[in-house]
């Protein structure tokens, strides 16, 4: 069983940065395949970033050159850094493996960005 608890949302000015963390309880964090996924208001969720066990990133047009996904697996944790935000930004982020479990997924982090 995987646990993933997220972090570091907040509320932040369009062009602002933020720095969002997910850390996974278990022994085999690092055999995984971790993604970032958000869900706006009256949307679906969607795949923001990925990132395979070998470190290989994947993202979705729409955040590329914007957010950087990045995994420490000796700390069991992924990170998303997410600088140039934009208000269709705003979602609820949360990490889950790649493909997900829907097992796993966490209470997830609030972000908005707005002036």
């Known amino acids: 069983q995987v646990q993933l608890v997220e972090s570091g949302g907040g509320l932040v000015q369009p062009g602002g940065s933020l720095r969002l963390s997910c850390a996974a309880s278990?022994?085999?964090?690092?055999?995984?395949?971790m993604g970032w996924y958000r869900q706006a208001p009256g949307k679906q969720r969607e795949l923001v970033a990925r990132i395979n066990s070998g470190g290989g990133t994947n993202y979705a047009d729409s955040v590329k050159g914007r957010f950087t996904i990045s995994r420490d697996n000796a700390k069991n944790t992924v990170y998303l850094q997410m600088n140039s935000l934009k208000p269709e930004d705003t979602a609820v982020y949360y990490c889950?493996?790649?493909?997900?479990?829907?097992?796993?997924w966490g209470q997830g982090t609030q972000v908005t960005v707005s002036s």
């Open positions: 278990g022994s085999s964090f690092s055999i995984y395949a």
């Open positions: 889950n493996v790649y493909p997900i479990f829907t097992d796993y």
